[in-house]
């Protein structure tokens, strides 16, 4: 972030930081707004991105196994399934990365602050993260239906 009193406009990007008129709380309460949904999405895609892993080993593991009834793998992609509800759970209600009314009081009321929170989403591809985090944890509770059918049916 640079501060520019000559700035013509209120905000504008340039290669890579954010340039503001004047830095005021307004400024500070969008700038770190969307930090903190970049950080946080950015741990989650890596609990995603192990949970996938996980799943890998495990869908590997039961297909070399099939058809023995497993109890330790059961546990895992339970322990998997859970986690990714989880996940999901987070980012949408905790971090509001849908909620688009969080910043009401700051980005909604104005203009020039709701450019700087909408300018600083794109630059951090929040909204593209999430749509691939998504579709990753998607995969896994698909997949994992599929998996609770197969255990059921083992089990009968």
């Not at 520019?4 to 307004?26: E, H, M, P, Y």
């Not at 970049?38 to 869908?59: C, I, P, R, T, Y």
């Not at 989880?86 to 509001?96: D, F």
Request: hydrophobic share 40%; no cysteine; aromatic share 10%.
């Amino acid at each position: 972030v640079e501060v520019d009193g000559a700035l013509d406009t209120w905000s504008t990007f340039k290669s890579n930081r954010l340039v503001l008129q004047k830095l005021d709380i307004n400024n500070i309460r969008v700038i770190s707004s969307v930090l903190g949904q970049s950080v946080a999405l950015g741990h989650f895609e890596q609990v995603v991105d192990g949970m996938l892993q996980s799943f890998e080993k495990a869908n590997n593991d039961t297909s070399t196994a099939f058809p023995a009834y497993n109890p330790s793998q059961t546990k895992l992609l339970f322990k998997i399934l859970r986690e990714s509800n989880t996940v999901l759970a987070e980012v949408i209600v905790k971090l509001g990365v849908l909620d688009r009314t969080r910043m009401r009081d700051t980005a909604w009321k104005y203009e020039k602050y709701f450019k700087v929170w909408e300018g600083l989403r794109e630059e951090f591809e929040i909204d593209a993260r999430w749509d691939i985090m998504n579709t990753k944890t998607d995969y896994l509770q698909h997949n994992m239906r599929f998996f609770v059918e197969l255990i059921h049916t083992q089990k009968s």
